[in-house]
């Protein structure tokens, strides 16, 4: 064997050595946005919202904060396709993490002005979200099939290394916003900010850059746009009349603009083209076969079913996103002293949500290490699907038992803060099952060309996921439904917890029957 081929094969299964920039980095931006995330309900609440009727606070601050996540869910589909088209993963990611860190700066500068402080989170929500689907296709960038066995080891990381951040930034902020007031507990995740981007501009000679893709006429669009609109002698185009209703549906979506919001009427708008464009293309997709190569039509029709999958996990995000609203509102109206080994101590509601990125922390070597060794030798193989379909269970599983403390507290009966302990385990086990699978499962069964912008629709569910919450709440304050729900003799916001319960279980079970049908593809690069 020659001494090139032994050092291939030497190279062969090795760790990326720039893998620990990128690792790095995304430690030190999660920390920035978890810390200003999870203080951001309670500074609302007592400091921005003030002029906000007493009565009408709680909702308005619920409202605000999902908001801005659908915000930084949407610009993910921006920063996707600059980096695929335009500018690549590493540029794009580093011009945006400049905006991020300007947004940090607002929120730190303008803790008295509702503009500024509005404008800080526009820009967080644009440079977060754009960087937001790069990240992690750029470290599948960093592999090929020579090592991508060691691609699940790093996607594990990464996902550990966000938690971490999260955790230090979940026990931290809230204590730096009780003591030392906003400017200090949004400029320190301001800081860690910048010392991310200085560590990815680091690492810059190291990585491998993947170009943009070139313009192309048989792409992902031109495809959709052939097969909705190819006209088949004696046949019809029904294809194209349910891609019609999708439009239609998007005006209407954004004539409700005064009364719904531009946020929320713009997300509908795009949900109703992407769902009913995508499923017109794929009743006529055949017909954009000779006018496109077949790998091209292929292509397409395997983004398609991957939005599927997509679309079924939206509901689990309307349930994981409102522990940082819902159940901290909820923790504000529980005993917060806590007794443990002997000791006593005061828990702010906020630093409950710590809770999640520690159990993560313990859940994935677990995991790995033990449960799903012990599933696979028993015959039940965990695949990313079926983790999938299990994590939306146990996300729905852990808000039944918050309905059930809810119900306790609307009775007049003192909880303790400690009793969220159980539910914030059932949905991090989910969390870990579905989100930390979702981002491998994206980029492994996304075409070379899609994958920035498949990121960003793995995001956009997300989106999706708080516009069922702000759906819902707006819903809810309708007197008719309020009536309709006191009469039940469950309060309006257990009724919620409830609601949401069966929402995702229902989604649990429409998943795992579509995962059944679902056959996996290997997309890392050659």
Known sequence: MTSAATSDVSKAGRMPRQIPYIIANEGCERFSFYGMRNILTPFLISTLLLFVAESERTGEAKHVFHTFMMGVYFFPLLGGW????????????????????????????????????????????????????????????????????????????????????????????????????????????????????????????????????????????????????????????????????????????????????????????????????????????????????????????????????????????????????????QANTMSTDVSFLGYSFNVLPAQMQALNPLLVMLLIPFNNLVLFPLLNKIGLVPTALRRMTAGIAFSALAWIVVGNLQVQLDAGDAVSIAWQILPYALLTLGEVLVSATGLEFAYSQAPASMKGVIMALWYLAVTVGNLWVLIVNSGVKNPAVIAQIESSGVGVMAFQMYFFAGFAMLAALAFGLYARRYKMVDNYRG
Not at 201 to 212: D, I
Not at 236 to 253: Q, T
Not at 288 to 293: Q, Y
Request: aromatic fraction near 14%.
């Open 82 to 329: 600059l980096a695929d088209r335009y500018y690549g993963k590493y540029n794009t990611i580093f011009w945006f993490s400049l905006i991020y860190c300007a947004g940090h700066a607002c929120l730190a500068i303008f803790e008295h002005s509702v503009n500024g402080f509005y404008f800080g989170l526009f820009l967080i929500a644009f440079g977060s979200g754009g960087i937001k689907p790069l990240v992690a296709s750029f470290v599948g960038d960093q592999f090929d099939k020579t090592n991508k066995s060691r691609a699940k080891v790093v996607f594990d990381a990464f996902y550990w290394i966000i938690n971490f951040g999260s955790f230090f930034a979940s026990l931290l902020m809230p204590l730096l916003l009780r003591d030392y007031g906003p400017s200090v507990a949004f400029g320190v995740p301001g800081i860690l900010m910048f010392i991310a981007t200085m560590i990815l501009w680091s690492g810059k000679k190291k990585y491998v850059h993947v170009p943009p893709a070139a313009s192309n006429p048989h792409s992902f669009l031109h495809v959709v746009r052939t097969a909705v609109l190819a006209q088949r002698p004696g046949a019809g185009r029904p294809g194209l009349v349910v891609a019609a209703i999708g439009v239609i549906g998007a005006v209407v979506s954004l004539a409700f603009t005064p009364s719904m919001g531009f946020v929320i009427a713009a997300c509908l708008a795009l949900v109703s083209l992407i769902a009913f464009v995508g499923t017109g293309a794929s009743m006529q997709l055949d017909r954009a076969r000779g006018v496109h190569p077949d790998d091209a039509v292929d292509g397409v029709r395997a983004v398609l079913r991957i939005l599927i999958v997509f679309a079924l996990v939206t509901p689990f995000w309307s349930l994981f996103d409102q522990k940082a609203s819902t159940w901290i509102v």
